[in-house]
């Protein structure tokens, strides 16, 4: 069988951000951003029963209807986020390991500037980046850092909740999209009745949740967000664009009427500390950034950012500077050197026991064990069987 919770165990002592799981396939880690396949061949059926085991009730049936599941649970005491998708192979699942804790802006690394904005009393804060960046940690160490000022009511909107916040000094109501509400609609209108001095809207995906939180954050409140792009301005872009032609004047606007910052981040590997530490962009609402967004000209963002300095606005190249200057980088805990005794390579098990005659074989056990080891961090993709007439053959 297998193992969820040590799996999640020993690849966060492996330094591992993602663990990903496929029928047939060894186990996969994402480590500095770069994929590992470690141990052998997974057993469709196993996990079948370990995905089960860890999902109940109506989110089964979600599961057994829609073909994903999206959620987060807590597995060997790490927070994990967890897609489970149906492929062509069987059940896949995809583990997030996320943070041991809500992390502060110095667990971070992140710059003094970005935690600055939690003491912002309204308008919208939207953090932008690729998928994996760490976006979501940005908005739970802002929402931690508001948290230790002055007492406030924050409301959080995710689909699902990552990070589970204790409140010290403000009162914090986290609402799980789908289970506590049923849209981030419903939950941004229900939200603008109960009292909020903060919301966190977990992510822009479509109009009508832009179109609310902006309203929630031109009524005076603070409202924290992320979109995905690669930049600042490619950030407030896709939001103006989202909407139809005819209202997209009146939609930058609103936007440059409520804005207060936009922060684009991605991951960089700092090799000397062997970390990811965030590298950033950061464009502050000034006078002249909210005239460009006004008139919808984004493409001149760029200027603002490289002679705004003196209005906080940051580069990347200005951002990497501060990186390369910086010392005393924080380092996460519990994270190991790329240990081979806890997942060691192909072609060895781990933590998998095919105690069953009804589990297939790995394919194509004979080439691979012909085959000389893949080197580290590659994985290897087995070719498939036959001449390509026999290929062919079989698809007609």
Not at 316 to 335: C, I, K, Q, S, V
Request: proline letters at 6%.
């Amino acid at each position: 069988m297998i193992n969820l919770e040590s799996l999640v165990e020993q690849a966060r002592n492996c330094g591992a951000s993602d663990l990903h799981l496929e029928p047939d396939r060894p186990l996969t880690l994402r480590i500095d951003g770069r994929l590992s396949a470690r141990g052998g061949a997974l057993p469709c059926e196993a996990l079948i029963d370990a995905l089960r085991a860890i999902v109940h009730g109506n989110e089964w049936k979600h599961f057994v209807d829609r073909r994903s599941l999206d959620f987060a649970t807590t597995l060997a005491g790490i927070r994990c986020r967890i897609n489970a998708f149906h492929t062509i192979h069987g059940i896949g699942i995809a583990i997030r390991l996320l943070r041991r804790g809500v992390p502060s802006f110095e667990e971070l690394n992140l710059h003094p500037s970005i935690a600055a904005l939690a003491r912002e009393q309204h308008g919208l804060i939207v953090i932008s980046g690729p998928t994996g960046s760490g976006k979501s940690t940005t908005l739970a160490a802002l929402v931690r850092e508001i948290d230790k000022g002055e007492p406030r009511h924050v409301i959080t909107l995710e689909h699902p909740v990552e990070y589970v916040h204790g409140s010290s000094r403000s009162l914090i109501r986290q609402r799980d999209v789908g289970r506590d509400t049923p849209s981030f609609q419903q939950g941004l209108m229900d939200a603008m009745r109960e009292d909020p001095d903060v919301i966190l809207v977990g992510e822009l995906r479509d109009p009508e949740t832009m179109r609310l939180t902006l309203d929630a954050a031109e009524t005076g409140h603070l409202v924290l967000t992320t979109v995905h792009s690669q930049s600042t301005a490619e950030a407030l872009s896709r939001i103006a664009s989202a909407f139809p032609h005819d209202i997209q004047s009146l939609v930058c606007t609103q936007l440059a009427d409520c804005l207060v910052a936009v922060v684009a981040q991605t991951l960089r590997y700092q090799e000397e500390e062997e970390i990811r530490v965030p590298e950033c962009e950061i464009l502050r609402a000034s006078t002249p950034v909210r005239s460009m967004v006004r008139k919808a000209d984004f493409f001149r963002l760029e200027t603002v950012l490289q002679t705004g300095a003196v209005d906080g606005q940051w580069t990347r190249e200005r951002y990497r500077r501060w990186l390369d200057e910086r010392t005393g980088f924080h380092r996460a805990p519990n994270r190991g050197a790329h240990d081979e005794t806890i997942f060691p390579r192909n072609p060895v098990r781990f933590d998998v026991e095919d105690d069953s005659e009804g589990h297939a074989p790995p394919r194509h056990p004979a080439s691979q064990a012909s085959e000389p080891d893949a080197p580290d961090d590659v994985i290897v993709i087995d070719p498939p069987a036959g001449t390509l007439s026999d290929i062919l053959e079989e698809l007609e």
